[in-house]
């Protein structure tokens, strides 16, 4: 059965601070890695990596993966009171039936405080 | 349409009635999921379906839970005879064959 852990489960900072969000998976036929962030109900997608160590970018924020270790990080510059939510991290499994199946981790809480 | 929409966005009902979700994927997106998300717990896949086709329902809950999907397009997720453990908010995604998943607003059940 595939599974994600997301690190911390929660996180509180300061404007300004950077922060790291950890994510492991296990994954039988491992296709994609996806960061979604998640405010009220609708989980709003942040990135889709496929590629070991290619960074992919988005203002201040930005992920990398690493396939060989099997982790994801979701690293944000400068935070803002606006970054508070819930970040989810999910794995596709590329595998017969169950092709794009999103299998999610608990998510990380992340407080920014002015 | 621009988004993925979801309707109702609030339903509350009474243990034991059925009740009908829908969910309207964005324009030309093949695939189609639906989710749940339970107070305090992640979200849990229930049923995928590719066209009107699902060849993943291995997440519903149990036989009270059916979907379908028409013309490639709407579908619908049916709860029947509602359980009090079935409250949560029910999300639905769509993608363009193996791309990134878009939900919607999702809908909140609430079983009294």
């Known amino acids: 059965e595939d599974k994600v852990v997301q690190s911390p489960l929660s996180l509180v900072v300061h404007e300004g601070d950077t922060v790291t969000l950890n994510c492991s998976y296990e994954?039988?036929?491992?296709?994609?890695l996806l960061w979604y962030k998640q405010e009220k109900k609708a989980p709003t997608f942040l990135f889709m990596l496929?590629?070991?160590?290619i960074e992919k970018k988005s203002g201040r924020l930005s992920s990398i993966l690493d396939k060989k270790e099997l982790f994801s990080i979701l690293n944000i510059t400068a935070t803002q009171t606006g970054d508070s939510a819930v970040y989810l991290c999910?794995?596709?499994?590329?595998?017969?039936?169950?092709?794009?199946?999103?299998?999610f981790g608990q998510g990380t809480i992340l407080t920014v405080h002015p | 349409g621009a988004g993925v929409s979801q309707s109702p966005s609030n339903k509350v009902t009474e243990k034991g009635k059925d009740v009908e979700l829908r969910c309207d994927p964005i324009?030309?997106?093949?695939?189609l999921y639906w989710y749940r998300q339970s107070l305090g717990q992640g979200l849990e896949f229930l049923i995928y379906?590719?066209?009107?086709?699902?060849?993943?329902k291995s997440g519903l809950p149990s036989d009270r839970f059916s979907a379908e999907r028409t013309g490639g397009s709407v579908s619908t997720l049916t709860i029947q005879r509602t359980q009090q453990e079935d409250s949560a908010v029910y999300l639905c995604?769509?993608?363009?064959?193996?791309?990134?998943?878009?939900f919607g607003p999702g809908t909140r059940l609430t079983v009294l």
């Open positions: 995604a769509s993608s363009l064959g193996g791309t990134s998943q878009y």
């Open positions: 994954v039988t036929n491992f296709r994609s």
């Open positions: 496929t590629s070991s160590g």
């Open positions: 999910a794995v596709t499994n590329a595998g017969g039936t169950s092709y794009g199946k999103l299998t």
């Open positions: 324009s030309g997106h093949t695939a």
């Open positions: 379906f590719q066209g009107n086709s699902a060849p993943d």
